[in-house]
T-cell receptor
C-alpha cells in the first residue's frame, strides 16, 4: 500500500479481554516497529522486527504483550487480559532498511495508530 | 525509562519569532533523527544526523548534532503557523528512543 496501515483505528474493550492490533507496513519495508504513545508524550519503543525476526522485545511492558510478524510483512501486537493502564495510542512504523546500531538513513514511516481504550 | 530528554516541553511563540528545542541523551548516540507530529497526526520524519558536530539545514530549520553525540538541537527561524506541532528527537543507542517532545504553538 501507499503507507503504513493500522487496524482497527479505534478499539474499545473491557478489562480482561484480549486484543489484537494489526499493522500492514509499506510494501518492501524490512523493518517494523511498535510503539505506545500516551497523550502528550513521545512514542515509547515496544519492539521491532527485521523481516520476520523479532530483534528486540525489551520494551514490551510485561508478558501480557506479544508481537509477531510471521511472514515478514503484516505484524500483530497482542495484549492479553487487558488492563485500564494499557489504554493508549499504539503506533506502528516501518522502514526500508534493516535497523542496526550504525544504521544508514533509516526513515521510519508511521501509521495513523490504533487508539485503545480499556474500560 | 526514557533516556532522551527534550526541553522545553512547551513553547509558545509569536509568529515570526525564532524557536529552539534541545535534545539530551544520557548515553552516546549512533545517530539522531528528528520527527514532527502535527496535532492529531503521526510522527513524520524530518532529518537524520550521523556525524559528530554535524549541522544540516532545511529552509528555516537548522539541526545540530553535538560533538559528543549526546545532544542535538533544532532551531526554527521566523516561525510560521504551519510550524505548529510537537517536535521529537529520536536516537539510536542500545535501543531506539524517542525524546519527550517539545510542543510548539505559534500565535498569529
Amino acid at each position: 500500500g501507499a503507507g503504513v496501515s493500522q487496524s482497527p483505528r479505534y478499539k474499545v474493550t473491557k478489562r480482561g479481554q484480549d486484543v489484537a492490533l494489526r499493522c500492514d507496513p509499506i510494501s518492501g519495508h524490512v523493518s517494523l516497529y511498535w510503539y505506545r504513545q500516551a497523550l502528550g508524550q513521545g512514542p515509547e519503543f515496544l519492539t521491532y522486527f527485521n523481516y520476520e525476526a523479532q530483534q528486540d522485545k525489551s520494551g514490551l511492558p510485561n508478558d501480557r504483550f506479544s508481537a509477531e510478524r510471521p511472514e515478514g510483512s503484516i505484524s500483530t501486537l497482542t495484549i492479553q487480559r487487558t488492563e485500564q493502564r494499557d489504554s493508549a495510542m499504539y503506533r506502528c512504523a516501518s522502514s526500508l532498511y534493516v535497523m542496526g546500531p550504525a544504521l544508514a538513513k533509516n526513515i521510519q514511516y508511521f501509521g495513523a495508530g490504533t487508539r485503545l481504550s480499556v474500560l | 525509562g526514557q533516556q532522551v530528554m527534550q526541553i522545553p516541553q512547551y513553547q509558545h511563540v509569536q509568529e515570526g519569532e525564532d524557536f529552539t528545542t534541545y535534545c539530551n541523551s544520557s548515553t552516546t548516540l549512533s545517530n539522531i533523527q528528528w520527527y514532527k507530529q502535527r496535532p492529531g497526526g503521526h510522527p513524520v520524519f524530518l532529518i537524520q544526523l550521523v556525524k559528530s558536530g554535524e549541522v544540516k539545514k532545511q529552509k528555516r530549520l537548522t539541526f545540530q548534532f553535538g560533538e559528543a553525540k549526546k545532544n542535538s538541537s533544532l532551531h526554527i527561524t521566523a516561525t510560521q503557523t504551519t510550524d505548529v506541532g510537537t517536535y521529537f528527537c529520536a536516537g539510536t543507542g542500545n535501543q531506539f528512543y524517542f525524546g519527550t517532545g517539545t510542543s510548539l504553538t505559534v500565535i498569529p
